[in-house]
């Protein structure tokens, strides 16, 4: 229920607002919007997405993924089957991560499919939710050539892309 008072919250609204959390941290990603990555994570917060990938603060990884995808020609982030666990304003959840990141070798365009898990540990600091720690679980991926249609993208991975003139989003 939606109250308009941001001090009162209830064990869904935590819920639901880290479940909204994870899906701007997917958003931030693919529109390659670091201040949006940057408030995922609180100032402390860390990330480790394991040997020879990278371990440090969150702020640090965003800034890791920006210079990755920046050589790449585009990629789709998405987060899905979300468990919360609350203790009244810490957190922990558990979410599945799918990526699909396309580069170009040549001639040949190459799409590498990732999943994998964030298991994360979640405060509620200064009336808003954030990540303290991140744990990525890499599950599984490939790698394959693709071919893509005839259908033009439409989005960018910048502040360009359409979706901010209709969210209208503050970052």
């Known amino acids: 229920m939606e109250t308009g008072r941001s001090d009162i919250r209830t064990p869904e609204g935590d819920r639901q607002a880290i479940a909204q959390m994870l899906y701007l941290y997917c958003r931030a990603m693919d529109r390659m919007d670091l201040p949006l990555g940057y408030s995922i994570w609180h100032e402390d917060g860390t990330a480790d997405y394991g040997e020879g990938i990278f371990h440090g603060t969150g702020r640090g990884f965003v800034d890791f993924a920006a210079k990755a995808h920046a050589g790449m020609v585009t990629h789709s982030h998405q987060v899905t089957a979300i468990i919360v ?87």
Do not use: C, M
């Not at 990526?99 to 405060?123: C, V």
């Open 85 to 171: 666990n609350l203790d009244g304003d810490r957190a922990a959840s558990e979410s599945y991560v799918t990526a699909a990141l396309r580069i170009k070798d040549g001639d040949r365009l190459l799409e590498t499919t990732t999943r994998g898990r964030y298991l994360d540990r979640w405060s509620h600091r200064g009336g808003r939710w954030a990540i303290d720690r991140r744990i990525y679980v890499h599950d599984l991926d490939d790698t394959r050539e693709v071919q893509p249609t005839s259908i033009p993208p439409r989005s960018a991975r910048d502040r360009s892309d359409p979706s901010y003139a209709v969210l209208e989003f503050r970052t």
